[in-house]
C-alpha cells in the first residue's frame, strides 16, 4: 500500500520553541518535498530532497532547515518558531524522474502561538 | 521565473454545467503540467496530467489543454457533480523534480 505518513497531526507551539515535524514513505522514494499551504499562496516548496543527505532548498526555506538521513524518512525542523510559521504543512514523495507522480501526506497542522 | 498564475481564484457552477481553470507559466522550459485535487481537510491528489509533447488530454470528464507558444494550459471539468467540489491546483515541471504550484481554486458545485 503506497503510503506518505506525517507525525503529529496537529500541533501547538509556543513562539521561540523548537518545532519537529516528521514523514515517512513506504515506496522507496528517491525524492521528498515539504510545502507549506496557506489560504490564497497555495502550495509554497520549502525544501527538495533528492536522496539521503542530498537536500536542496526550495522557495521559501528561511526559518527552516530538514535532515534526511534514511531514504524513507524526512524530518523538518523549526528552530525557534515563530508565530508567522503558523500553517498546514505537507510532505511529498516521488520517484525519479520528471513526470513521476507526487504523493502527499495527510498534512500537520502546526499553531504557534 | 518561475511563478504559476491561476485564475480564478474561487468558481461556483451549476451542477451539469462545465468548469474551467486557467494557468500561465513564466519558465520556457517546463515540459510537465500536472493538475490536483484537494478535498476539504484532505491532501492533493493527482487527478490529470499533462507533457509538453501534448495539446491535449482527455480521462473520466476531464479534458487538458496546453498552448506552449502563448505558455498557458488549462482544466475543463464536463458535466460537473457534487462530488467536484474542491480545491484544484495546477502546477509546471522542468526537469529538476520540482514542481511549482499555482496559488489554487476553490471550485463550488450549486445543486
Known amino acids: 500500500d503506497m503510503k506518505v505518513t506525517q507525525m503529529p497531526r496537529y500541533l501547538i507551539k509556543r513562539m521561540g520553541e523548537n518545532v519537529l515535524l516528521e514523514c515517512g514513505q513506504d515506496?522507496?522514494?528517491?525524492?521528498m518535498y515539504w510545502y507549506r499551504q496557506d489560504p490564497g499562496l497555495g502550495l509554497q516548496l520549502i525544501y527538495i530532497?533528492?536522496?539521503?543527505?542530498?537536500?536542496s532548498e526550495g522557495d521559501i526555506p528561511k526559518g527552516y532547515r530538514v535532515s534526511r538521513k534514511k531514504r524513507e524518512h524526512f524530518s523538518l525542523i523549526l528552530d525557534s518558531a515563530k508565530t508567522n510559521q503558523t500553517s498546514v504543512y505537507f510532505c511529498?514523495?516521488?520517484?525519479?524522474?520528471?513526470?513521476?507522480?507526487?504523493?502527499f501526506g495527510p498534512g500537520t497542522r502546526l499553531t504557534v502561538l | 521565473g518561475e511563478q504559476v498564475e491561476q485564475l480564478p481564484s474561487i468558481l461556483r457552477v451549476q451542477e451539469g454545467s462545465s468548469a474551467s481553470i486557467n494557468c500561465t507559466y513564466e519558465?520556457?522550459?517546463?515540459?510537465?503540467f500536472p493538475w490536483y485535487k484537494q478535498e476539504p481537510g484532505e491532501n492533493p491528489k493527482l487527478i490529470i496530467d499533462?507533457?509538453?509533447?501534448?495539446e491535449r488530454k482527455q480521462t473520466q470528464g476531464l479534458i487538458v489543454l496546453l498552448d506552449k507558444k502563448a505558455k498557458r494550459f488549462s482544466l475543463h471539468i464536463t458535466d460537473t457533480q457534487p462530488g467536484d467540489s474542491a480545491m484544484y491546483f495546477c502546477?509546471?515541471?522542468?526537469?529538476?523534480?520540482?514542481?511549482?504550484f499555482g496559488t489554487g481554486t476553490r471550485l463550488q458545485v450549486l445543486p
Open positions: 511529498a514523495s516521488s520517484s525519479l524522474g520528471n513526470y513521476a507522480e507526487q504523493f
Open positions: 515506496m522507496s522514494h528517491e525524492t
Open positions: 530532497s533528492y536522496d539521503v543527505d542530498s537536500n
Open positions: 519558465n520556457s522550459a517546463s515540459n510537465y
Open positions: 499533462i507533457r509538453s509533447n501534448m
Open positions: 502546477a509546471a515541471s522542468s526537469n529538476t523534480n520540482k514542481v511549482v
